[in-house]
């Protein structure tokens, strides 16, 4: 079956560093999305990664290994405004969606 | 960036009447759309997905019956929530994909609706 993990939730002080991990099971594989979601409204997008490596977008940082079947989110230098849900999502081969259940990060001042 | 709209942001209604949600996409003409559903802190939990002028495919366990989805154009899909429930209330979000670009497969979501049945 296909399946996504990620940690349900995480708790990170304001001004530190935090990595999200997400692992996936997949039926074929077209690429790894990583969305933010606040409470109450709909997701939106923060990166997408298909090959192996790291992508950097300011703060954020999203990290690859097909081989693993594993990505990472790194968010740097935390504000209190990045407390949201984090959601996990691959592309499987019918270029379909697979949700994980999403990590919800706490900031603490 | 592509903006999906979604009418009306918060509905609430009897029990045992319909609710039609829309779902639009206003500068881009969206091949695909897809309806969730999510649960108070719980993940998005995807109904079904619909190609313009066809008929929308359901996941298993929803009922087609009940959720009503209509893509009339490449910029508008409907849900209709016929003879809703309490167990219906929800938050409703649909999303958006254009036509494939440089192999990015994004979807662009609408806001959401909040649906309470009472």
């Known amino acids: 079956g296909q399946n996504i993990d990620q940690p349900t939730e995480m708790t990170a002080t304001e001004g530190a560093i935090v990595q999200i991990n997400c692992t996936y099971q997949?039926?074929?594989?077209?690429?790894l999305f990583w969305y933010q979601q606040h409470a109450g409204e709909a997701p939106t997008f923060l990166s997408y990664?298909?090959l192996d490596g790291l992508e950097e977008k300011g703060r954020f940082s999203s990290f690859l290994s097909r081989s693993k079947g594993y990505s990472y989110l790194l968010l740097k230098e935390l504000q209190m405004k990045d407390s949201a849900s984090y959601l996990c999502?691959?592309?499987?081969?019918?270029?379909?969606?697979?949700w994980g259940a999403g990590t919800k990060l706490i900031i603490k001042p | 960036g592509a903006v999906v709209s979604q009418h009306p942001s918060r509905v609430i209604c009897k029990s045992g009447t319909s609710v039609k949600i829309e779902c639009r996409s206003l500068?881009?003409?969206?091949?695909?759309m897809f309806w969730y559903r999510q649960f108070p802190k719980k993940s998005l939990m995807l109904m079904a997905t619909?190609?313009?002028?066809?008929?929308?495919?359901?996941e298993q366990g929803v009922e087609k019956d009940k959720f009503l989805i209509n893509h009339a154009s490449l910029t508008l899909s409907t849900l209709t929530v016929t003879s809703a429930h309490p167990e219906d209330s929800s938050f409703y979000i649909c999303?958006?994909?254009?036509?494939?670009?440089?192999?990015?497969?994004?979807?662009?979501f609408g806001p959401g609706t909040r649906l309470t049945v009472t």
């Open positions: 999303s958006a994909r254009e036509e494939e670009r440089e192999g990015l497969y994004e979807q662009y």
């Open positions: 500068d881009f003409q969206a091949t695909t």
């Open positions: 990664n298909v």
């Open positions: 999502a691959a592309l499987d081969s019918n270029y379909q969606l697979i």
């Open positions: 997949t039926s074929g594989f077209n690429g």
């Open positions: 619909s190609n313009e002028g066809s008929k929308a495919t359901y």
